[in-house]
Each structure stands twice: as C-alpha cells, then as structure tokens.
C-alpha cells in the first residue's frame, strides 16, 4: 500500500492530509506534529489572545477527526532528519518513518532580531505557548511596546488595547502595510492606533534590556531609555527550512517547489509559509497555506490541481474587519486606483485596476467586495472604473459583462 508522511501540523499539513482522503487517497497517512493536537494561528493575535477563546476551541480539527479519517496523527514530536531518497523520516523520539511521498509542511519562525533575549517580558509570537505568556503581561494599565507596525503586530495592539494595557508602537516606516493594502487606506489604518490611545512612532529600537522593573527600550533618538512591562517583537517570519536543506533539497527564502509542491526531490513535496514557488514571493497567508495542502494533494493523486486564484488573506483590527486580494499598486502610467465609498468611512473598498483590468482590492468591513474582486481578476474581467467606484453598482452584474 503507497504511504504519505506529512510533517508538520498547520494548516498546510492538515489541508494536505484532509484532501487527501477528500479525494479518495485511500493508502496510508501519517501527520507528525509537534504539538498534541494541530492548532490555527490567526486567532493567536485576536480572540484567543484577547481570552475569548480556548485551545480547544482553536484546533483545526478535533482529535476524533483524525481516527475518523483514518490519519496517523503522531503529535509531540518532531521530525529531526530527512532521507530523501530512502523515504525515510527520522523522529525525536528515534523512530524512523518510510513512506513514499513525504510532504513538508513545516511554517516558518519569528524572526528574532538580536536586540535583547527573549525571555519572560521579551515576545515574539507565533506559537501557542508565545500568546498564553504575552497574555499574561496584558494587564490593565500594563506597559507594552510592540516592534513592527505589520498585520501582527497592528492586531496585537488592538487586542492589547482591548485587555487595558497601555502600548507603543514603532516600526521604522511612517506609513506600514502600504505595499499590501495601498497608500491611501494604509494611511488610515495606522492612524487608528492613535485614535484608539496607541502610540505610534516612526522609529526603531536599538537596545532592550530586561530590568528587574521590566524592559528598558533605547528608541532611535531618543536621549534616555523607555521602561515598558512587556515587548512584542514583531518583525516576520524565518521558514523553517532546516530539515529540507540538511536533506541537500534546494531552498531560497524558503524550501524551493514548482507548481505542483514538488521540491527538488521528486518524492518530497513542501507546502505552507515554509515553502516558495520558483520566482514567486511566499504569501505567508492562511487561505495559500490551505491552497497549498490542496495542490500537493493533486499531485500526489495524479488529480486535477485545484484552479489558480488572486491570493487572499484578512486582519482585524479595532473592530474592523480588512480583507485583500492580488496586488495593490500605486497610481501610475499602467494603474489606477478606484475607491468604492469613502476612506476612512467603513464598509469602502479600493481597487487597483491595470487599464480596465482589476489586479488587486482591499476592503474594510465590504468582503463582498474582496469577494467580486477576486472573481474579477480570477475571470480577467473588464471593468469601467466608474462602474466599480459607484456603491450603487451591484459588483456581481459587473461579472457578467
Ligand atoms: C499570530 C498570527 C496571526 C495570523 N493571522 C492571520 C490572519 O488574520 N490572516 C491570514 O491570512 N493569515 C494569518 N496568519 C498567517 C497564517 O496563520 C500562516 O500563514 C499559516 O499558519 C501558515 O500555515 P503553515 O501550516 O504553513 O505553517 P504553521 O502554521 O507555522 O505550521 C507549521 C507547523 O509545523 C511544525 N514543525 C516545524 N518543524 C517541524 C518538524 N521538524 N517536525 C514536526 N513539526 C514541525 C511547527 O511546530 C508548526 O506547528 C497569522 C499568523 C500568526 C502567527
């Protein structure tokens, strides 16, 4: 009987293993995961975060899940070598696996910029474990600087907020998140943090020093330190990549794959933020994580690949909901943005369009609109710009012109 072995249990792994037996994989399946049981992320930085909800409640499948769909879940442990042309994995707990197609699923890291040790008031997050000590720093009048105004570390300092901690944010770039959502609603976004009590600064962090009264912050010119209870450091992602390069597979900025997850080694395939199609950025989204599971899936069965769409992904903040879609460009020769509603006045949307070609939108509590973007530049649509930026204009009839 043919075997899979998928290391690694995000979203990536457990979408591989679930599409698998969705389409009728009926061989051997093992997921190896490091924790118990398989968990999702996004919820790290906001409810879960914010003491609303539960490990339990966050698991990307419950445990009779796995039994049901008859996958070896091996959790608890982790996968210490790799044999390609074997087969073979090699657990923590000694154990080797075999299989015949091995599936890396293994995410990425925070990335840990040498300022001052991590440790029991310096963060950063992206486990569990990470969010369950940050929480219980975010006390009502506590002290937290975050370091990197990015979708994290924005999220953080709403849900900090929220908790009645006191925060400063800093990030080196006066207008973070424009590359992702546009100029215009990037502008807005940050200045919420000011409208909800956070304090912004353009700047950088040069020193932190754990203090017996917390953790002394040296901010770029500024004469003397800042005392802050807690530090988040928000700065990205590493992808974990260390097992794939010691197994001699090609990786840059990520385990190297083509269109169809297969990495350098015919029989190894890597999916998720730890992996980089040829010539193409990682999207480090939830939703290309998933998409990823899907296609190796494909693969594997010798199946139809699931059809190529815009990437996605969401945030909240404040009580707002973001989406976006493909790429957002500045106003140039080639591009023009469209605004649907009001900046700054939610639900709005912007669209980038490339001549009558929509290739990118963002939206504030409008999904529909993300939703009909997508559809768009999925479909390679034509659209009048007049047509998108009227909220009169029902966004799905402009799908069947
Ligand atoms: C706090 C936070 C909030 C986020 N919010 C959003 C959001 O709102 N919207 C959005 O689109 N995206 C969001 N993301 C991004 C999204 O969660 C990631 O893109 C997604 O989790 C990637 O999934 P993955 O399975 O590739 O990797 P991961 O989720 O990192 O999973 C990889 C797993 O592999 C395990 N592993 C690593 N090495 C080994 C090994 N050698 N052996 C066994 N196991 C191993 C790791 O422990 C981990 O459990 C967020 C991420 C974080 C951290």
């Known amino acids: 009987m043919s075997s899979v072995v998928v290391v690694g249990g995000g979203i990536a792994g457990v979408s591989t293993v679930a599409e698998l037996r969705k389409k009728g994989y009926v061989g051997d399946l093992t997921l190896l995961s490091a924790d118990p049981v398989p968990y999702d992320r996004p919820p790290l930085s906001k409810e879960y975060l914010a003491g609303g909800r ?97 979708l994290i570390g924005a999220e953080v300092a709403s849900t900090a907020r929220k908790l009645g901690a006191e925060v400063v944010l800093v990030d080196p770039l006066p207008v973070p998140l424009a590359a992702a959502v546009g100029i215009e609603v990037a502008t807005w976004l940050h200045g919420l943090h000011a409208d909800h009590g956070v304090g912004a600064l353009t ?18 010119g500024e004469p003397g330190s800042r005392e802050f209870d807690a530090v988040l450091l928000a700065v990205g992602l590493v992808p974990e990549t260390a097992l794939a390069e010691a197994a001699g597979l090609e990786t840059s900025r990520g385990i190297l794959v083509d269109a169809g997850q297969v990495t350098s080694h015919p029989s190894v395939l890597a999916v998720g933020d730890c992996a980089r199609l040829r010539d193409h950025p990682r999207a480090e989204h939830w939703e290309a994580a998933q998409l990823d599971g899907a296609r190796a899936a494909a693969t594997i069965l010798e199946a139809e690949p699931p059809p190529t769409t815009a990437s996605w992904w969401w945030s909240d903040r404040y009580g707002l909901h973001v989406e976006g879609v493909g790429e957002m460009r500045s106003p140039d020769a080639e591009h023009q943005t469209v605004v649907r509603g009001v900046v700054g006045e939610p639900p709005f949307s912007v669209f980038t369009l490339r001549g009558e070609r929509v290739i990118g939108a963002v939206a504030v509590d409008d999904p529909n609109a993300v939703r009909a973007a997508r559809r768009m530049i999925d479909r390679g649509v034509d659209v009048r710009a007049s047509d998108l930026a009227d909220p ?10």
């Open 54 to 150: 539960d490990l339990d409640s966050i698991a990307l499948q419950a445990p009779e899940w796995y039994v049901d769909q008859r996958i070896s879940l091996v959790g608890g442990v982790v996968a210490v070598a790799l044999r390609p042309d074997a087969g073979e994995v090699e657990l923590s707990d000694g154990r080797v696996l075999t299989a015949d197609r091995i599936v890396l699923a293994t995410g990425g890291r925070a990335v840990r910029p040498s300022l001052g040790e991590i440790g029991s008031a310096i963060h950063v997050l992206r486990e569990v474990g990470d969010a369950d000590r940050l929480r219980t720093q975010l006390v009502p009048g506590a002290r937290l600087l975050i370091v990197g105004a990015g």
């Open 203 to 220: 700047t950088t962090v040069e020193t932190l020093l754990e203090t017996p009264a917390g953790v002394a912050a040296q901010l770029t």
């Open 392 to 401: 009169g204009t029902d966004l799905r009839k402009l799908l069947r012109r």
